[in-house]
């Protein structure tokens, strides 16, 4: 009986079996390559936090540049600040709303929008709405005078870069941050009452009362807390960016959407563990 020969390019479990080993190891070296590039950016980021904390406070402060950092991420943030709160004051107020009228439960909106407010969402979005107007600067700044060799003419002019370019915008963010956060929760308390006094009917005095009842000091400093942090994670976010900044104009353009990208990944993934911490 005479069978016939299989052709050259017909699969055999050897061939596949070659394949699968081939293509496993390039996804494997692939996946251990970009892990050992993210452990290494993790270990740079670490020394540079370290050595602008290290600074902070044993160099004296550059008074000048520390008012305008102060103007630049805060007072600068102010309209947008404002703005993001009022719409999410009243994004709370209706859909609070909607939910607590069914429980006959309509007069608690107040306690529900300050609650949400102060304790999580004030520092988050405020947080975020410096990391997409002041952070994404910060680091577009700073990569600027990276690629076009500014950093290392201020070294060769005996001043120190860290000094003169993180801890003045560190400081800033640090204080500003949790001033903003407040704002953000007194507009969005100020929006939601408004709305819901004139829009829905709600009584403005039980509003109010209700507000007072249900908040605690502890309420309010969770959010302070929260926006100093966030302060922090962004300035150290920018100028690590900044810093880390190569290869021209598409650097510079690459480190400011990193920076935003993983300062927003920090203040929410911080924002929970702090939730936990103080839950």
Known sequence: MITAAAPDNAPTPRRALAWTARHLG?????????????????????IFVGEALRRTPRRRFRTIQLILQIEFVGASS????????????????????????????????GSLVALSLTRELAPVLAAIMVTARAGSAMAATIGNMAVTEQIDALKSLAVDPINYLVVPRLLASVVVVPLLTALFSVAGIAAAYVFGTVALGLDGLAFMSNIRSSMEWSDVSVGL???????????????????????????????????????????????????????
């Open 78 to 109: 102010v309209s947008v600040v404002v703005l993001s709160a009022v719409f999410t004051g009243l994004v709370l107020a209706l859909q609070g709303y909607n939910v607590l009228v069914r429980f006959s439960s309509e007069n608690m909106v």
């Open 26 to 46: 390039l996804v494997c070296g692939r996946l251990g390559r970009r892990t050992l590039r993210a452990l290494g950016d993790a270990g740079r980021l670490i």
């Open 225 to 279: 807390w929260k926006g100093l942090v966030f302060g922090a994670v962004i300035a150290l976010m920018a100028t690590y960016r900044g810093f880390q900044t190569r290869g021209g104009a598409t650097g510079v353009g690459l480190s400011t959407s990193r920076t935003v990208v993983e300062s927003a990944v920090l203040i929410l993934s911080g924002d929970f563990v702090i939730t936990a911490l103080f839950f």
